[in-house]
């Protein structure tokens, strides 16, 4: 008889409704390049019903569930715990340094492990609103297109002959200036070199391959020399890209970027990892985040509740016919901390001295 089965009491278990999940195993890893580049587990999960379907989750998603479940259900410091309460399974801690990917596959058999002994808690646990959501296949999810899936799939043989790119019929473009892209969603040209395109992600930017590197470029810093076929055009392959449009400001100069990130528009980023990436963006360290708020005044950000205030401002503003679909309807302007002339608004009185 199997672990959850000896666990459970079965004729509670026949009672379940068929789209709780029963069974949940790792697959893979696979690579986001968001705000700050990080990793998600793409799991298979398996429900009553026996249907099977991949979900994708980050860590800290692993962490949120856990918290939620602790707080309902530990009873830890409490004298006499109530009949709502269980013995949680341990969910294996954070690592904060080292190298992502090492850290990822570290802990596939630690986190397949927390998950087994999740689903094989008692019956009135696996109905719990939370745990069920963590398990459940969002519109996001369904969307997503799994890599390799290399602990499902048997290994297979590497082919003896691959097959030679066709470079005189491939769409290609040639580089007219130079391009240093921030982080590693972003490709660095060089004037002169071949690109390889690989499809349009939006009006502006392009995704194509050089000297083995593969990522996405704005499109005016190339001449199209032979141009995509118009099924590479329409996005409906590839990993989804959004665009945050960033200003550098300066007393007598404006510098304007568009960033593209693996998120999606309703993503609301921390703080940190805003200043993290427009650090790397602008490649200074001595800066400041504000937005424009309904007045237009520039408004400092401090904190992850500045960024929320943020977003929530900017779904009140009607959209303009000229942004694309793709791009968040909030802005990044960009500010020299060392510039007290273009000091802005902010609710810390300290934050301009």
């Not at 799991?43 to 979900?55: A, F, P, Q, W």
């Not at 076929?229 to 329409?234: L, R, V």
């Not at 205030?309 to 791009?327: E, F, G, H, K």
């Amino acid at each position: 008889m199997s672990l959850p089965r000896q666990l459970r009491d079965e004729s509670d278990f026949d009672q379940l409704p068929n789209d709780v999940p029963v069974a949940a195993t790792i697959a893979d890893i696979e690579e986001k390049k968001g705000f700050i580049d990080y990793y998600v587990f793409v799991i298979e999960v398996k429900n009553k019903g026996s249907s099977k379907y991949l979900i994708y989750r980050r860590y800290r998603e692993f962490l949120q569930l856990h918290q939620l479940l602790e707080t309902k259900y530990s009873g830890e410091g409490s004298e006499s715990p109530g009949p709502a309460t269980w013995s949680l399974p341990t969910l294996p801690g954070k690592i904060y340094l080292g190298n992502k990917r090492e850290i990822a596959e570290s802990r596939i058999p630690e986190l397949t492990l927390y998950m087994k002994k999740l689903l094989a808690l008692p019956t009135w646990l696996l109905l719990d609103e939370d745990l069920r959501m963590f398990f459940y296949q969002s519109d996001v999810d369904s969307m997503e297109q799994p890599q390799n899936l290399r602990r499902l799939r048997p290994p297979r043989a590497e082919k003896t002959v691959k097959e030679k790119m066709d470079l005189l019929s491939s769409p290609r473009a040639e580089v007219l200036f130079d391009f240093r892209g921030s982080g590693t969603t972003e490709l660095n040209l060089k004037k002169g070199q071949l690109v390889f395109l690989l499809r349009q992600v939006n009006a502006d930017w392009l995704e194509g391959t050089v000297k083995d590197h593969t990522g996405i470029f704005p499109q005016s810093f190339v001449k199209i020399i032979k141009p995509l076929p118009p099924s590479d055009c329409d996005n409906a392959e590839g990993p989804s890209y959004s665009c945050l449009r960033c200003f550098l400001v300066q007393p007598h100069a404006s510098d304007t970027r568009d960033v593209c990130v693996q998120e999606d528009l309703g993503h609301e980023p921390a703080y940190k990892d805003l200043l993290s990436r427009m650090r790397m963006v602008f490649q200074k360290e001595d800066i400041a985040l504000n937005y424009r708020d309904l007045h237009g005044d520039l408004i400092r950000l401090l904190d992850d509740e500045d960024v929320l205030l943020m977003i929530q401002q900017s779904r009140l503003r009607p959209r303009t016919q000229d942004r694309p679909d793709n791009q968040f309807l909030w802005e990044l302007h960009v500010t020299l901390t060392s510039d007290l002339s273009l000091c802005t608004k902010t609710t810390d009185l300290s934050a301009c001295h």
